[in-house]
């Protein structure tokens, strides 16, 4: 029974890592699309993703606008 749990886990994941691969952001027609679309791209990123993951991303972001 073990051994069916853990091939059941190993193919939850394996599909989230498939998932999280095929995610696009849309272009938009205009501006406002694009920025909507970005929107609902990176919450949909944040989901699936770790926190220590996407935070340690946005950390460079921030930190090379910042000049010192």
């Known amino acids: 029974m073990k051994a069916k749990e853990k091939y059941k886990q190993k ?3 394996s599909q989230m890592k498939t998932k999280e691969q095929k995610v696009f952001m849309k272009p938009g ?3 406002k ?3 909507e679309n ?3 791209y990176w ?3 944040i989901k ?3 926190d220590k993951e996407w935070s340690s991303q ?3 972001l921030i930190d090379s ?3 010192k």
């Open 65 to 67: 606008q910042i000049s």
């Open 38 to 40: 970005f929107i609902k």
């Open 48 to 50: 699936t993703h770790s």
């Open 29 to 31: 027609k205009n501006n």
């Open 11 to 13: 193919a939850e994941k």
């Open 58 to 60: 946005q950390k460079v």
């Open 43 to 45: 919450v949909n990123y």
């Open 33 to 35: 699309e694009d920025r």
